[in-house]
Nanobody, 127 residues
Framework: HVQLVESGGGSVQAGGSLRLSCVAS????????VAWFRQAPGKEREGVAF????????QYSDSVKGRFTISREDAKATTYLEMNDLKPEDSAVYYC?????????????????????WGQGTQVTVS
């Protein structure tokens, strides 16, 4: 049974920090890239951070570059999103997604939402 479970969301004041976690199960995690997406009410889902299998590379959207850090612990099948200097515009539901390594480059370049697995999301509110 494939599952991605996010946690760590909450409410924080502007300038604060949060760390999101995404725990994977039911597939060979180390072979997959992982992304963090977010979606605010009335807006399209946006990919904000990406990490390739084994953490060999990471990429960020311009909106979070320099403030967010994605990392992974393959032994725990867990991906993290460290979010610093949070702004009200960062408020959204944050989702993690995973895709088999051979698909990662094209998925990230295209911005496609067609990732293999998705979590249920965790709410982040910045005021």
């Amino acid at each position: 049974h494939v599952q991605l479970v996010e946690s760590g969301g909450g409410s924080v004041q502007a300038g604060g920090s949060l760390r999101l976690s995404c725990v994977a199960s039911g597939f060979t995690f180390g072979r997959y890239c992982v992304a963090w997406f977010r979606q605010a009410p009335g807006k399209e889902r946006e990919g904000v951070a990406f990490i390739y299998p084994h953490g060999v590379d990471t990429q960020y959207s311009d909106s979070v570059k320099g403030r967010f850090t994605i990392s992974r612990e393959d032994a725990k099948a867990t991906t993290y999103l460290e979010m610093n200097d949070l702004k009200p515009e960062d408020s959204a539901v944050y989702y993690c997604a995973s895709a088999l390594g051979s698909r990662c480059v094209n998925l990230i370049r295209s911005g496609s939402p067609n990732w293999d697995h998705w979590g249920q999301g965790t709410q982040v509110t910045v005021s």
